[in-house]
């Protein structure tokens, strides 16, 4: 990602949570409103910067802190890593999901933090851990990792408006039963396009992993690629 394409997202995410207010603020208010709307937006926009990762946390629930052969591995990853690009040593946190997940996140002048599936430690022996934490690392590093992060929260947040059924049939594609009235379906295409607009802020393509394939577990077909997101 160039410094370009990362002050570029900065801006799109800080106009997207500062003009709506700002727009109302100088309808209500005239040149006050408008102020106020803007001091909105950038209170909004600092607490995603200073606290997206702990509201990452909020959202999957780490039941642990890695330990054991976990940590080991990490740290032999992070030896890895060139002297000159080793920063100190992310925290590694473990969320209950049995899919072979892994992400990390990072706010303002934090180190970041690797979260990891109970499903992909229960189906990953060492040496794919191992690879999955090389991944974290440089994911960790690299330019543009902070506004990924607030526009990931920033999504998540907005679809916690919406009904839980409808976020379960676009996203994760299970059937469910809901009462689709206009208002109801107009109010949901708003939060749908305000959380893709979010998203795409927040991607930086997909970093696939690719686990060795003599080491892939039979009890976990299709999972051939781990992804740090």
Same mark, same amino acid.
Request: with cysteine; charged share 15%; aromatic share 12%.
């Given at each position: 990602?160039?410094?370009?394409?990362?002050?570029?997202?900065? /801006?799109?995410?800080?106009?997207?949570?500062?003009?709506?207010?700002?727009? /109302?603020?100088?309808?209500?208010?005239?040149?006050?409103?408008?102020?106020?709307?803007?001091?909105?937006?950038?209170?909004?926009?600092?607490?995603?910067?200073?606290?997206?990762?702990?509201?990452?946390?909020?959202?999957?629930?780490?039941?642990?802190?890695?330990?054991?052969?976990?940590?080991?591995?990490?740290?032999?990853?992070?030896?890895?890593?060139?002297?000159?690009?080793?920063?100190?040593?992310?925290?590694?946190?473990?969320?209950?999901?049995?899919?072979?997940?892994?992400?990390?996140?990072?706010?303002?002048?934090?180190?970041?933090?690797?979260?990891?599936?109970?499903?992909?430690?229960?189906? /990953?022996?060492?040496?794919?851990?191992?690879?999955?934490?090389?991944?974290?690392?440089?994911?960790?590093?690299?330019?543009?990792?902070?506004?990924?992060?607030?526009?990931?929260?920033?999504?998540?947040?907005?679809?916690?408006?919406?009904?839980?059924?409808?976020?379960?049939?676009?996203?994760?594609?299970?059937?469910?039963?809901?009462?689709?009235?206009?208002?109801?379906?107009?109010?949901?295409?708003?939060?749908?396009?305000?959380?893709?607009?979010?998203?795409?802020?927040?991607?930086?393509?997909?970093?696939?992993?690719?686990?060795?394939?003599?080491?892939?577990?039979?009890?976990?077909?299709?999972?051939?690629?781990?992804?740090?997101?």
């Amino acid at each position: 990602m160039t410094p370009f394409s990362v002050v570029w997202r900065y /801006a799109k995410l800080f106009l997207f949570f500062a003009l709506p207010w700002a727009c /109302a603020g100088a309808l209500l208010g005239g040149k006050i409103g408008f102020a106020l709307g803007v001091s909105l937006g950038v209170v909004v926009f600092g607490v995603l910067g200073l606290w997206g990762e702990r509201w990452m946390e909020r959202f999957h629930a780490p039941t642990q802190l890695a330990g054991g052969a976990v940590q080991e591995s990490f740290r032999r990853a992070f030896e890895r890593v060139p002297r000159q690009k080793r920063r100190r040593t992310p925290r590694v946190m473990v969320f209950q999901d049995v899919a072979p997940h892994a992400f990390v996140a990072r706010q303002w002048f934090s180190v970041g933090t690797v979260f990891l599936s109970q499903g992909l430690l229960a189906s /990953a022996n060492e040496a794919e851990v191992r690879v999955v934490f090389e991944s974290a690392l440089k994911q960790l590093s690299s330019r543009g990792i902070g506004v990924r992060t607030m526009g990931a929260v920033a999504a998540a947040l907005i679809l916690k408006l919406a009904p839980h059924e409808w976020v379960e049939i676009c996203f994760l594609q299970r059937a469910s039963t809901v009462g689709a009235t206009p208002s109801r379906t107009i109010f949901f295409a708003a939060i749908l396009a305000a959380s893709r607009f979010c998203l795409s802020v927040s991607e930086g393509g997909k970093h696939p992993v690719q686990r060795p394939q003599p080491m892939i577990s039979q009890a976990t077909p299709g999972a051939a690629q781990l992804y740090i997101i």
